[in-house]
C-alpha cells in the first residue's frame, strides 16, 4: 500500500546518489547555455551589425540592408574597404548613428586633393588618425569630397558582409 522506509543498519555502507537521466539532461543543457553566453560575449565584442540609411552607398549597399562589420583598428584599414564611423558632430535629428563609407586614403596615403576639394592644403599626406572616405554614389553629399578628413580613431570597424535581407525590408 504506502512505501515504508526501511531504517538502514549501522553496518549497511552510506547510500550513493547516482544522477540520472533527468540530472544530465540539466547538466548539458547548463553547460550548452553557458558557452552560448560566453560565444556572446565574444563575438558582440568583435563584431556588430549595422543598418545602412540612406543612397549613399548605392548600387554596394541600400537604405535599410544590414551589414555584419568586425571591429577593426585604424592600422588594419585599407583603401577599398568599407568602413563604419559614428556620423560627425553636429548631428541633426533624423541623422543615422552610422556612416558607411568606402575607404579612399588612411594615415601616410598622399592626400588625393584632385578628387577631394574639401581636403586641406596644408597636408601632402593624410594626417594620422584621419581618413579619406567616399561614397559609391556620386550624388551622395556626405563624404571627403565636402566634409574632409573623417576621424579614424573613432572607426567602428569594416564591413566584412552584407547579410540576408528579409522580404519585408525591401517591400516598401
Not at 550548452?32 to 565584442?45: D, I, K, N, P, Q
Not at 584599414?77 to 559614428?86: D, E, R, S, T
Not at 565636402?146 to 540576408?164: D, P, S, T, W
Request: glycine share 8%.
Amino acid at each position: 500500500m504506502h512505501d515504508r522506509l526501511i531504517p538502514q543498519a549501522a553496518s549497511d555502507p552510506p547510500a550513493v546518489i547516482v544522477p540520472g537521466a533527468g540530472t544530465t539532461i540539466w547538466l548539458a543543457g547548463g553547460l550548452v547555455l553557458g558557452s552560448l553566453l560566453v560565444a556572446t560575449a565574444v563575438l558582440t565584442r568583435r563584431y556588430a551589425v549595422v543598418h545602412v540609411s540612406g543612397l549613399s552607398m548605392t548600387p554596394t549597399l541600400y537604405d535599410g540592408d544590414r551589414v555584419l562589420v568586425r571591429r577593426t583598428p585604424l592600422k588594419r584599414v585599407v583603401p577599398g574597404m568599407i568602413v563604419v564611423i559614428p556620423m560627425p558632430s553636429p548631428r541633426l535629428a533624423g541623422d543615422p548613428p552610422w556612416l558607411v563609407k568606402r575607404v579612399a586614403a588612411v594615415p601616410g596615403d598622399s592626400a588625393p586633393r584632385d578628387r577631394f576639394p574639401a581636403l586641406p592644403a596644408e597636408h601632402e599626406t593624410v594626417p594620422p588618425g584621419r581618413l579619406v572616405l567616399l561614397s559609391d554614389n556620386g550624388a551622395a553629399r556626405l563624404d571627403s569630397r565636402r566634409m574632409g578628413y573623417f576621424n579614424g580613431e573613432a572607426l567602428l570597424g569594416v564591413v566584412v558582409r552584407k547579410l540576408r535581407s528579409t522580404p519585408a525590408e525591401h517591400s516598401s
